[in-house]
T-cell receptor
Framework: GENVEQHPSTLSVQEGDSAVIKCTYSDSASNYFPWYKQELGKRPQLIIDIRSNVGEKKDQRIAVTLNKTAKHFSLHITETQPEDSAVYFCAAGVQGAQKLVFGQGTRLTINP | DSGVTQTPKHLITATGQRVTLRCSPRSGDLSVYWYQQSLDQGLQFLIQYYNGEERAKGNILERFSAQQFPDLHSELNLSSLELGDSALYFC??????????????FGPGTRLLVL
């Protein structure tokens, strides 16, 4: 079955700098890659997603890139702000497989 | 607010007991998914229902069961509870049966503590 590895598990950056979180997946049939942000004690919130017919997608300070050949995708956050501090989860899904497989999460801390 | 509601928010019970968690999907969504999140852990997929029928199963224990009712709300039943079942339980919903290819919107979760 699908396996998703997420790195790093913790990341600390200075406010204003960029943060990058990477995920690799095992199933070459995976074609949907969402990213969720989860603040302490709260629900995961979708922040951006990408489908396999697209190599990059951007939404203001957040971007996701996908390399299907290498089977990895990354979340890029630019001009980080204190409110970006949270746990970020990547996931991979295969159409028809009926489930998303999540990475283990990255705890991002933005230092003022 | 995602539009997905879950009750109760918190639940404290004893080992060996049985509890029921409830989830109402977003208006118009036909699929409901249940996830378990233990302390500092990722999201473990338990089960998916689509329009009243079980659609996909993950790592759900035999002591756990779920169902989706005609009004599309879902209940997750946890029985013979053990200390290790203490976790956050999330439900999510999506518009169709696409499962992994559809955007899933999460509810606020139920925090279960088994003493």
């Amino acid at each position: 079955g699908e396996n998703v590895e997420q790195h790093p598990s913790t990341l600390s950056v200075q406010e204003g700098d960029s943060a990058v979180i990477k995920c690799t997946y095992s199933d070459s049939a995976s074609n949907y890659f969402p990213w969720y942000k989860q603040e302490l004690g709260k629900r995961p919130q979708l922040i951006i997603d990408i489908r396999s017919n697209v190599g990059e997608k951007k939404d203001q300070r957040i971007a996701v890139t996908l390399n299907k050949t290498a089977k990895h995708f990354s979340l890029h956050i630019t001009e980080t702000q204190p409110e970006d501090s949270a746990v970020y989860f990547c996931a991979a899904g295969v159409q028809g497989a009926q489930k998303l497989v999540f990475g283990q999460g990255t705890r991002l801390t933005i230092n003022p | 607010d995602s539009g997905v509601t879950q009750t109760p928010k918190h639940l404290i019970t004893a080992t060996g007991q049985r509890v029921t968690l409830r989830c109402s999907p977003r208006s118009g969504d036909l699929s409901v998914y249940w996830y378990q999140q233990s302390l500092d852990q990722g999201l473990q997929f338990l089960i998916q229902y689509y329009n009243g029928e079980e659609r996909a199963k993950g790592n759900i224990l035999e002591r756990f069961s779920a169902q989706q009712f005609p009004d599309l709300h879902s209940e997750l039943n946890l029985s013979s509870l053990e200390l290790g079942d203490s976790a956050l339980y999330f439900c999510a919903s999506s518009v169709g049966a696409g499962g992994s290819y559809e955007t899933q919107y999460f509810g606020p979760g139920t925090r279960l503590l088994v003493l």
